[in-house]
């Protein structure tokens, strides 16, 4: 779902200029997915693509449940309203159920290859089905367009754009990487309670063995690094101390 909501959402930029797709070391079944849409695709000879398929299934953990002693009861309505039970195995119709889901998931996802690649459904089936290729064996086979890497594809999105080579341009790193003050000055984003609050006093000694004027210029510095963000910032002419 979540390769699809960024098809979905790389369709609707495609709208608005072009879109120029890097692989790296790996962009294959949900990340292939993300890519098979977009203008041009440039990858490395080694990068690992392609696994256009689908694979699904549920662990059976009834013998796990015995010999812990848990015990499951459940309340159906449906003949293949409990399909998805961890106690029970597939029924037949539950496993052929399940099986149209996997066969409705691949033909959408052949489709969309397709489409993104200008070709025939048939030959993206045939070398679909979860067979993984090389950015090389890619490449000869229609998946990747140009070999590459990150810079490359840059000069490749500002030709589609018609931007001069001449002319620069700046690269946003999405999500915006912390900065040195943000490193400095928070937690961390540690999901560790007991870490992060040791990471916090960590720093206040730091800040506390600090000269009072260094911390003031670390208070002012990390505004400022506020402000370049984007955050919208009131400053006093001078500085409020209270004793």
Not at 58 to 70: F, H, R
Not at 135 to 144: A, D, S
Not at 182 to 205: C, F, I, P, R, W
């Amino acid at each position: 779902m979540a390769s699809d909501i960024i098809w979905h959402a790389i369709e609707s930029l495609k709208e608005k200029k072009p879109v120029v797709v890097s692989m790296s070391d790996v962009a294959a079944s949900g990340g292939y997915y993300i890519a098979c849409n977009a203008n041009k695709i440039v990858a490395e000879p080694s990068t690992i693509t392609g696994s256009i398929g689908v694979v699904g299934g549920k662990p059976v953990v009834k013998g796990l449940y015995d010999w812990l002693g848990i015990t499951n009861e459940y309340v159906t309505r449906g003949k293949n309203a409990g399909m998805f039970r961890e106690t029970e195995k597939f029924s037949d119709s539950e496993r052929q159920k399940f099986e149209e889901f996997l066969n409705a998931t691949y033909n959408d996802f052949t489709t969309k290859v397709a489409k993104g690649r200008g070709k025939e459904k048939t030959y993206i089936d045939s070398i679909g089905q979860g067979r993984v290729w090389t950015g090389q064996q890619g490449k000869e086979r229609g998946l990747v367009d140009e070999y590459g890497g990150i810079d490359y594809a840059v000069e490749v999105a500002k030709a589609l754009a018609k931007i001069p080579a001449s002319q620069g341009v700046q690269r946003v790193i999405r999500p915006q990487p912390p900065t040195f003050f943000e490193q400095l000055m928070s937690g961390g984003g540690n999901d560790d309670e007991a870490a992060a609050s040791a990471q916090m006093k960590q720093q206040e000694s730091i800040l506390s063995a600090l000269p009072q004027d260094v911390r003031h210029a670390l208070r002012y510095a990390q505004l400022l690094d506020r402000a370049r963000n984007g955050d919208v910032l009131y400053l006093l002419p001078f500085d409020l101390r209270i004793r």
